[in-house]
């Protein structure tokens, strides 16, 4: 869970005042996004499906691993576009939800 919260955070900065038409004319900057989707699409995979089941209300586990299918297999045919929407609005919840599991699981374990 917390190499979502990082990746997210990374995303984030890298989109930082970013706008639809720079993210396009940045390769470096969609790949980079690109390939931190896939880092968190894969971190989401890896969740314990206990922790699954716990967290399926925040986290949207069934689009996360469609997603990465998608840019894993279809990354040729991807609107970019949406990638960025994605980067920009859902990625940030995920990254939200993610702390909040987080703390849950530390206030849990006490």
């Known amino acids: 869970m917390l190499d979502i919260v990082e990746d997210t955070r990374r995303i ?3 989109l930082d005042g970013m706008t639809l038409d720079g993210f396009l004319a940045s390769e470096r900057t969609l790949f980079a996004v690109e390939r ?4 968190i699409t894969e971190a989401t995979i890896q969740i314990d499906p ?10 949207p ?5 469609g997603l990465g299918n998608r840019l894993r297999h279809e990354y040729g045919d991807l609107d970019r ?10 990625v940030p ?4 939800a993610a702390e909040i599991a ?3 699981d530390m206030t849990d374990g006490d």
């Open 50 to 59: 206990a922790d699954a089941d716990h967290l399926s209300d925040i986290v």
């Open 36 to 39: 931190l989707l896939q880092r």
């Open 12 to 14: 984030g900065i890298f």
């Open 93 to 96: 919840a995920l990254g939200t």
């Open 81 to 90: 576009a949406i990638v960025f929407d994605i980067a920009r609005i859902e």
């Open 102 to 104: 987080l703390e849950s």
């Open 61 to 65: 586990f069934s689009k996360m691993r």
